[in-house]
């Protein structure tokens, strides 16, 4: 069997956790606990890390893939980064899962999280930083992640972007 640069290989009984501990750096840490999701194929492992310094709560993010006909074996994706300044904001995640969006009925990947402004009193909030899969990469869609702000719960930003045009 042969490995790419940006495949990551299991062991037989790893469970997401496993396999996510494992992409972590000496400076990192999971910002999530690892999740299994149906995009873009059944079985994937959303990955969410940070820096462990505890200034910057900011997240980077890989979807890993599994392989077809390769038993463990997947295909990491880097998701886009975010876009907040390091530091500026105190960032925790909620939930990750797939949702579909409008009346194309496509799948996007959600990552919603509550905020805190650092150095301000009573800045919080609630926001979602939203993926689309186009076959061979995610992007970020910064319009639907704008119709779901404020948005606390997966139900109800799974009911918006149903709802999106």
């Known amino acids: 069997m042969e490995c790419r640069a940006d495949d990551v290989p299991c062991q037989a009984g790893d469970k997401p956790q496993d396999i996510a501990k494992r992409l972590l750096t000496p400076n990192t840490e999971l910002a999530h606990p690892a999740v299994e999701v149906s995009l873009p194929a059944e079985h994937s492992i959303v990955v969410l890390r940070r820096p462990r310094d505890d200034v910057n709560t900011n997240f980077e993010g890989f979807v890993l893939v599994p392989h077809q006909n390769q038993l463990c074996l997947y295909e990491k994706f880097a998701l886009p980064k975010m876009i907040e300044p390091p530091g ?75 709802a999106a045009q």
């Open 88 to 162: 500026r904001f105190d960032i925790r995640i909620e939930a990750v899962f797939a949702a579909t969006t409008g009346a194309q009925n496509r799948r996007d990947l959600v990552v919603l999280y509550a905020y805190h402004r650092n150095g301000a009193e009573g800045d919080d909030g609630y926001a979602s930083y939203i993926y689309a899969w186009n076959r061979t990469a995610f992007k970020s869609q910064p319009s639907l992640s704008d119709q779901v702000a404020g948005l606390k719960t997966a139900a109800a930003v799974r009911a918006k972007l149903r």
